[in-house]
């Protein structure tokens, strides 16, 4: 049963089986070698490195106690175990490496309980969904990335940054954006751990690594009723240009920012009609009350191609699909010659470092930024989408990229320390690891500078 | 009838009663002279030039009806005409200098609607009777002065420039901040104007000298439930530090952070016993969901002595009037030898600058600084206050200031043009006072640039 890359045996399968009792798992092949993918694909060098990567069972928990009774088998019986809500991620975060448990978290679905301001959810909930239950009361998720109709508010945060509302209130890192976790560890004996404040960065973007969430607590934002537009413009520049005028504009409320360089909205099919052939857009989400000073703020700098309500559910598909890395994904579809950069500006001289970076490599890469908060500061996160040749190539685009002062966060690497900007482990997070999955077990290898206390198997 | 100082003759008064028909109005010099007053008192130089300055009659509309027939009559007759909310700026902004008409709009209080995140009211509403009736339904003003409790919606948007909130939202002249006024021209016959969005910036700080304001359409925030908390450092460089952490906390919503140096604090009245003897404090205002990262981001820094629910009428003085320009109050109350300057540090190596300055003038002037976005960036408003010697060394001190790079709006000077950080008016308003003002009636000798096309009496 168990794959030829899993570290796993039969025997380990077969304890860890019956220890479980009537948890809901799955052996079958397809579905968990399928279930065990996430859009890693993105990258042509992590889809040869994840090629076959595969867990050996599948297993759902339906809540709490299930995923103890999980994590306490895997650690008697030293079997890995990965974490995983909708797999929607590219950096092959949840793809397990050495086999073992993929533990899909999809069904843990409940709202513990809301208050203005502040929600407690189960780890699976899909965030449309989430944004669906709160909106009627006058609240949403502060941010989400541009899969929220699939993706999950707990895969979200132990694999990713920020997104479509970071403009407002920038990353998920930021204090105040995950007010508390509360996590199941993988001893024999789990524990449970409630991280509240500075503690719950230890499972932020830490690819479930540092204890399985069970539980979350992220602030709210009151709900706009959202206006998303297309905005053309003659260039790039002048997108970036109206863009970081708009994203300075405390006055005005918004969600996105977006400015996206030419040909690549000649890829954004049914928006194809919006997008004149030859011009930059921008894609924007902006508060209704706010739509009339945004208006008069972009003059006829460019021009309003395309305006309506934004809905997650309305039978459109909603305008944050072609933004964040979804601009990609539209690209990727036609041709699969294209990959991606992951890049944080410096805040200061924007326009004309992204101007530089964009100008350097003509037809190899099309620009994209989107807009942010970072640290207090408006500045861009940038994913240009590149034509793919080498791996030295790409690997010499991202070092021109630093050398210019831009941060890279390698979205061709598997390991946490290589994709993080600072090409290390957070120190918390490594020496929290060691509290709480002293064997390594949790999603091994994507902590590479963790080694633990013991990986072989106990009774 | 007429003051010394007006240049309106008892005809033209009688002329005038005549015109306006049943429009309240009182001559009692006794009322007429202290409703044209302001808190000008503030500063030496100021007290000196205006004293004695006043109308000649003080007239109170019920409508805009009233406020046309006004204008009309002292188009016709020449006479000045000086309006005027609750009397509560700094500037004596609203202290008529050469007589004629005081036009109290404090009885103008309609909410004319409500709609999500606008409202659309007349200029004499008290901003804190405004967030009266729309916390209630979720929402309030994006930003107040420390004097909300009296203050008035159109004297703060013609007279003021930002406050409590502007660390959220920017100051009013940001794009979004003012959505809409609508004015009546001093002209014989009276136009009414619509002005939207950039147009409506044409009356923001210009003292009534551009049309009077008969309708405001302020953009609203959701309302959160505030906590105001004092908290005390050993130092004021150590209140500056963590404040601007806090300003820049992006997940953190907040709506007032204040650092204010000692001996300050040692003047805040019954507040004195949270005011640790011989520290410097901050005062803020958090959003209650967002109190815990709040304290997390303290951490031991500084002690919390003071926390409470804020509040505009629990019986309790708010904690915003101690900031603001009420810090300069408070030790105004016992120490009549102090002044205050307004000044706007630039936003990059700010704490450095703030400290420089602070650390130039020992003994003479006490640190007071107000976080505030600017143009998108968190910078700090500063108002020090200082013993005041003479306006020689009060010059010098501006002068050293400026020479720092830090721009001072003078506090000390009535026009605007000396009152502003470019020592100029603005190009719009100067072009749009003539085509309301053509005579040069409204607010005489606030905007120095403008000449009349003719200030003589026309039939």
Redesign the interface.
Known sequence: MTQSLSTVTDGQLVDFRDAIGDIPLTADPGIVRRRSRDFFWYSPILNQQLAGKTADLLVTPRDEADVIRVAAACARFGIPLTPRGAGTGNYGQAVPLAGGVLLDLSEMTKIEWH????VRVEPGSVMADLDAALQPQ?WEL?MHPSTKRKATIGGFIAGGSGGVGSI???GLR????I?AARIVTLENEPRVLEL???AAQKINRAYGTTGIITSLEP??A?A??WIEMIVAFESFGEAMAFGYDA???????KKLLSPIAWPLPSFFGEMRDACPEGQAVLIAMV????L??????LGHRGAITLERQSSDRAGQVPLYEYTWNHTTLQMLKTDRGVTYLQCLFPH?DLLAKVAAMTNRFPGEIHGHCEFI?F????TASALPVLHYTTPERLDEIIAIHEAGGVMVANPHVVTLEDGSRHKRADADQLGFKREVDPKGLLNPGKMRSFIPVSATPQG
Chains 1, 2 share one sequence.
């Open positions: 208050k203005p301001g502040v006058g502060r407002g209130y920038g930021e204090p105040g954006n007010l509240r404040g500075d602030p709210l009151p706009w009723p994203a300075l504009a405390d006055g005005i409320v508060a209704a009350p706010s009339e000073s945004f208006k008069a703020l200061d908060r640290g207090g500061r408006v």
